[in-house]
């Protein structure tokens, strides 16, 4: 079978890969004593302690590797700040992009707050373990003086302590092959615009949106005045003078508890629109079928929880969706709704759209009613999802960049042992040890065997790779050439 004909297996859902390397325990934790940079370590076997790399350190570690060697497919996904005081985080914008848009919000995860709703969460289809060292550390400790620089300003060193630890490392990569490439958000209406070809996810309620009138604008960028009292926006935090608004209570329809929420003060209003997202505001023309809420208008209310106060500026703080500042009528128009936009939408048959990037189809976003809801479910195309498996494996064999406190390692497999797999488990972790490989795991049912077209078709779908050092571990039964491995995966995507 040619590469162009590969498809991925059918019957392929897991793909995992269990190496061991060489390297320095880098990944730092907790100061101790003082000024002694430590180690990550956990204790087993009694009283043994052993250092390890966190699995946050490992996925830095190979998106880093993937956005050099594939800087074209794996570019980093932009972040912004949302949520107000102690509740605020940095998480992935969603409002600009998706997994068919950027690789690593399809591998990698993601959570995306919603202010007042659930969130919209992505496991990562990408799992990955703790790197665990091999070898116990014995107390390694580094001692620095910096002499040279010292005694150019003839400066007395200030010493400094370091843990270390040398030592091969075990962590295990299991891809869940069916939910790579695809995805699916719960959104509250839609609309698509045929002359822009911009399909447009509404994720939170349409018209929770004000307009401001008599606004002027400041002296500094995304700063505004009514009566000399101020607005200032920064991203999507919006701060505004307490004398703007009121703090009102309203009692719950369910719970029957009274709720705090904060609003404009009604003289400071425009005169309500019948639609307040409009082609000017929002970019968008109201074409689709899916948008049913015309006419309809929330007051813009912020309840306790979604909005803090700061004393000594006295200016109240929360998270806004978007913003426009018309000069020529001096209004300021501020949103809730959260968008996400997908430009180069094409619309199909149905409420089908397909994405474009570089004149080519990547995928397509459908949109389904369930109910009283709708779902946005994303689908990469297979070509793509083969080129995006095929990426994570290549770097994984080869190496990943291991890049800290001035000391350049790498993580360079001295050994490896992957297999395709019924299920996204990563068996082999467990029966992988420093001088043993534990062949019993070989008979696991999970793991596939070649196709009835393959010449190696009563043999188990497995690779393995060991360097001289580990020369007598027995994997003998497993395939010995990388491409093989990868075309009986389906994924023909590199050169031999």
């Not at 399809?106 to 969130?119: E, L, N, P, R």
């Not at 107390?139 to 003086?145: C, K, P, R, V, Y």
């Not at 043993?436 to 999970?446: C, G, M, T």
Request: charged share 30%; hydrophobic share 30%; with cysteine.
């Amino acid at each position: 079978m040619s590469k162009e004909n590969l498809k991925i297996r059918d019957d392929l859902k897991g793909i995992t890969f269990t190496i061991i390397f060489e390297a320095d325990a880098l990944n730092r934790d907790e100061k101790i004593g003082g000024n002694i940079p430590s180690i990550k370590k956990l204790t087993r076997f009694g009283n043994k302690t052993y250092s390890y790399l966190s699995r946050v350190a490992m996925r830095h570690y190979l998106f880093e590797t993937l956005s050099k060697n594939y800087p074209n497919e794996w570019k980093p996904a932009n972040c912004i700040e949302s949520g107000t005081g102690e509740k605020k985080v940095v998480q992935f914008d969603l409002q600009t992009q998706n997994i068919l848009t950027h690789a690593e919000l399809d591998a990698f995860g993601y959570m995306f707050t919603i202010s007042g709703q659930t969130s919209i969460t992505r496991k990562a289809p990408v799992g990955i373990t703790k790197a665990v060292a091999l070898e116990t550390w014995e107390g390694d400790m580094q001692f620095n003086a910096n002499h040279d620089l010292a005694n150019r300003c003839r400066a007395n060193p200030n010493p400094v302590n370091k843990e270390e630890h040398k030592s091969f490392f075990k962590v295990s990569f299991t891809i869940d092959v069916e939910k790579l490439g695809y995805d699916e958000w719960w959104i509250k209406d839609y609309n698509y615009d045929d002359t822009s070809k911009k399909l447009t996810l509404f994720l939170s309620e349409r018209g929770t949106d004000v307009i401001l009138k008599n606004v002027k604008k400041g002296e500094e960028e995304f700063q505004y005045f009514i009566d000399n009292k101020e607005i200032r926006i920064d991203g999507l935090t919006c701060y505004v003078d307490k004398e703007l608004m009121e703090e009102k209570t309203k009692k719950d329809k369910k719970t029957k508890d009274e709720k705090k929420y904060i609003t404009f003060k009604s003289n400071l209003l425009e005169k309500k629109k019948e639609e307040h997202i409009t082609e000017e505001s929002s970019g968008n023309k109201d074409n689709s079928k899916g948008s049913k809420n015309k006419g309809k208008s929330k007051t813009f209310e912020i309840y306790e929880g979604d909005y803090s106060f700061d004393d000594e500026q006295n200016l109240y703080q929360f998270t806004i969706g978007k913003y426009f500042y018309d000069e020529q009528k001096n209004t300021l128009m501020l949103s809730m709704v959260l968008l996400a936009h997908t430009i180069d939408a094409e619309k199909e048959q149905g409420e089908k759209y397909k994405i474009i990037k570089d004149n080519l189809k990547i995928g397509q976003i459908e949109i389904k009613n369930e109910g009283q809801n709708k779902k946005a479910i994303f689908q990469l195309e297979d070509r793509e999802k083969q080129k995006r498996l095929y990426q994570i494996l290549e770097v994984l064999r080869n190496g990943l960049i291991y890049h800290s406190s001035g000391e350049n390692y790498g993580i360079v497999p001295q050994f490896i042992i992957a297999a395709g797999l019924k299920l996204p488990i990563p068996i082999f972790h467990s029966f992988v040890e420093l001088n043993s490989f534990d062949r019993s795991i070989l008979e696991n049912a999970y793991i596939l065997k070649h196709e009835k077209s393959d010449a190696n078709q009563n043999k188990k779908l497995i690779f393995a790779y060991k360097s001289e050092k580990f020369r007598n571990l027995d994997v003998s039964d497993a395939c010995g050439d990388w491409y093989e491995f990868l075309m009986s995966l389906g994924l023909g995507c590199g050169e031999k």
